[in-house]
């Protein structure tokens, strides 16, 4: 593929937020990102007519999208199907997401993104198990009948699948996982992500020294944040070193309790941006089967028929717009899409930088999304 340089709008590199620069694509790759003036006079240019020029965003939980559960994928194809999906909405790189199931369920998954990550199936990062060692009173949509404590072989094959694929993201809740599975899953290289649970602000600090370095949806399926109880929530926001991901919906957290989350992470990476998409995310499909349940489309959320949440109709463009909302800098909120999920993950994603793959989102003046590159190759050319 020829060098050419997209040039005519802002670019946000990851961090920075850049006037009159372009970004250099040469093979698939970033090959700069210099200021105009400095471009090569043969550089073929193509122009974007405004807006702002990112790094594909990064989305940590997927459980679905094109019409399909993860519980649904069979193999790469699958993968591969639900990852379009989110590619065209403008998350590049995904963590395919298990909602609580069966064991034979978890094994398929893990197997099944295994297989993926091998063939190299653009835009699958690794696997996201939330669940189901979680606290059945805080399950939210998940089947209190798939919940249970974490075994000796439950934890030995978490810490073999973390071992095999290219990231593994666990949720879970202190409720149903010692501080030593903690610690044991967070050694065998494990992100493990604290979720779905009603502890106390105590017991999260001690799973945070054991090695959970993650929250799971702040504020979601977790108890409420007290001035006497902080719980979850609160021990999150206190924490120094603790990332917490974060449905910014408008429905998930209210508007409010964004800037009061922002305010107290202040600077990228202490918050990243999550869809908690379902199979319905890149359809105009209404409803889908969720174990047996109906989650219906309705106003810009996903419910079951009792009014529970279920997973979001949600992209990270919107949740970006949500968070600018907030009180967020535009280039704090892109963080939260790109290099801070990426940072979490350990992935190489989420930057424009000499090397990285050139999955690009071109945004316009309201950060809507107007075009999509993975690879350097345009998505609908």
Known sequence: MAPRAFTGARVFDGERILGGHAVCVEAGRVVAVEPEAT??????????????????FVDLQVNGGGGLMLSEAGGPADLARIAEAHARRGATTILPTLISDTEAATEAAIAAVAEAAAEEVPGIA??????????????????????RPMTGADLDRLATAAGKLPCLMVTLAPEAAGMAQIRALAEAGAVVALGHTGCDAGTAERAFSAGARVVTHLFNAMAPMGHRAPGLAGAALAAGGVDAGIIADGHHVDPRMLGVALRAKAG??????VSDAMALAGTEAESFALGGRTVRRDGGRLTLDDGTLAGADLDLARAVRGMIAAGAAPETALAMATSAPARVAGLEAGRLAPGARADLVHLDDTFALRRVWRGGVALGD
Request: aromatic share 2%; no cysteine.
């Open 268 to 273: 990228p990476g202490a918050l990243f941006l």
């Open 126 to 147: 690794g696997l996201h198990l939330e669940g189901p060692h979680l606290d059945p009173a805080k399950a939210g949509a998940h089947d209190p009948a798939h919940l």
């Open 39 to 56: 471009l090569a006079p043969g550089v073929p240019r193509e122009r974007l007519g405004g807006g702002l020029l990112a790094p594909g």
